[in-house]
């Protein structure tokens, strides 16, 4: 992969992060819960001076120390790059909270379709991430590593990781608000539908790869030399 493909890839992979946190942000204000990976952070920003943003990068730091349990020797230095990307990521987080702070839905229906729109806006940060195929987010490169490691599918790991996540967040709930806060009906509905949306949207935007991201030169220049 020549320089210039991979910086194309990593400025596409930003906006898929910028995207990503913007999704996150909207499931967020629809006031029904947050998606799964983000519900820890959310319910510890609920009782805690710390920001929804600053939660979310702690949390991807363990998951990368987790990592580096997992696959000891495998585990790849590039993968570090994680680091300044969960950073990056938490700030997003925080910038597009305070950026929709102007939005607060006050009827069931409204909060319903700003759930959905910010499902269809996360999906699509994912998709863009995928397509971009640079580095893993720190929750599904902790996934990557469990199911390498136990030699288990992506999918049904992911399912469990991201149950383990939300009851969690209950339990946290529970022993600082003596109720559940931060999971509800809107973070099974993100669950459900997020991974679809997503993968419906990576076959439709899968041209981006071929057409824009990809050095042409490069090829061109591979099949001369061959």
């Known amino acids: 992969m020549s320089k210039k493909e991979l910086f194309k ?4 992979f930003l906006i898929g992060l ?23 952070p959310y319910t510890l920003s609920m ?14 730091m363990f998951l990368i120390v987790g990592q580096i ?6 585990f790849k230095k590039i993968q570090l790059m994680q680091i300044p990307i969960s950073l990056l990521f938490g700030y997003f987080i925080d910038f597009t909270m305070s950026l929709l702070s102007i ?3 006050t009827t069931y229906f409204l909060k319903v379709v700003f759930l959905l729109i910010g499902c269809c806006i996360l ?7 995928v397509i971009a195929n640079v580095v ?6 902790f996934v990557s590593a469990i199911s390498t490691k136990l030699k288990k599918e992506f999918g049904p790991t992911k399912v469990c990781f991201d149950v383990t996540l939300v009851v969690l967040s209950i339990i946290i709930s529970i022993i600082m608000f003596r109720r559940v806060a931060g999971v509800r009906e809107g973070t099974v509905v993100a669950a459900l539908i997020v991974g679809m949306i997503a993968k419906f949207l990576t076959k439709i ?8 991201l990809v050095d042409k030169e490069e090829d061109e220049e591979e099949e001369i030399a061959s």
């Not at 009782?47 to 991807?60: A, E, K, R, V, Y």
């Not at 999906?123 to 991430?129: F, K, Q, R």
């Not at 899968?206 to 824009?212: A, R, S, V």
């Open 47 to 60: 009782g805690f001076s710390l920001t929804m943003g600053t939660f979310t990068f702690i949390l991807n």
């Open 9 to 12: 890839r990593y400025i596409f």
């Open 18 to 40: 910028f995207v990503n946190a913007l999704g996150v942000s909207f499931i967020t204000k629809a006031q029904l819960g947050t998606s799964p990976i983000s519900s820890v």
């Open 103 to 105: 939005l607060n839905p």
């Open 205 to 212: 935007l899968g041209f981006i790869n071929t057409k824009i």
């Open 123 to 129: 999906a699509l940060g994912v998709s863009i991430e």
């Open 136 to 141: 893993m987010l720190s929750g599904e490169a």
């Open 69 to 74: 349990i997992f696959l000891k020797k495998d």
